[in-house]
């Protein structure tokens, strides 16, 4: 296993958004594509992403932090965890990690090989 961790970049978050855009269920979410959404790199060590979203006329923006996700396995399931937030947002879905997030993320985690209680 390699020792050193990704050094993550908004380029980065935009290639694994693209990617898990195509695949299901994301790919019939009717997301927007990724020149739509911010991208952004952090040093939060309390969160190891989170989403803006619900501002009327604005971007989504999902942050990541370069401080607690270092494997490409952490990002990807990061960046899902994010994706829901954003596609539950733009179905008028504001529960967080209610009912909605958790069938989603249960499908998500299905598909992916996520594990759920770290989703």
Known sequence: MPTD????TPEMLRAAYDY??????FNRWKLPPADEVEFHVTRHKDRTGDCETGVAGSEPIIRISAALVGWTTSLMATMAHEIV??????????SHHGAAFRRCAAQVCRRHGFDPKLF
């Open 5 to 8: 961790s990704l050094h993550l």
């Open 20 to 25: 898990l855009r195509v695949t299901p269920p």
């Open 85 to 94: 937030h954003v596609y539950l947002d733009r179905k008028g879905v504001r």
